[in-house]
């Protein structure tokens, strides 16, 4: 996700998220140690996961607005 040039479609932003959330949990499943302790770190990562990607759709939304803004001004 850090090589994500904004703004994007959000649609694109989803797919994005979408397959790298997979490959960090499929990393994860990899490596991951004791049942217990692995779920909870599931859990911990998801959230992890989507507060990062809620960070980039407000970093999204904000550069979007940006170039509407300079758009109708004309700069």
Do not use: W
Request: aromatic content about 8%; glycine content about 2%.
């Amino acid at each position: 996700m850090t090589k994500v040039i904004l703004p994007i479609h959000e649609k694109s932003l989803q797919s994005i998220h979408e397959a790298s959330r997979a490959e960090s949990l499929k990393s994860f499943d990899q490596q991951h140690f004791g049942r217990h302790h692995a779920k909870k770190s599931v859990e911990t990562l998801d959230e992890d996961i989507e507060k990062m990607f809620k960070n980039f759709v407000m970093a999204n939304q904000y550069q979007s607005s940006k170039l509407c803004e300079a758009l109708y001004v004309g700069k």
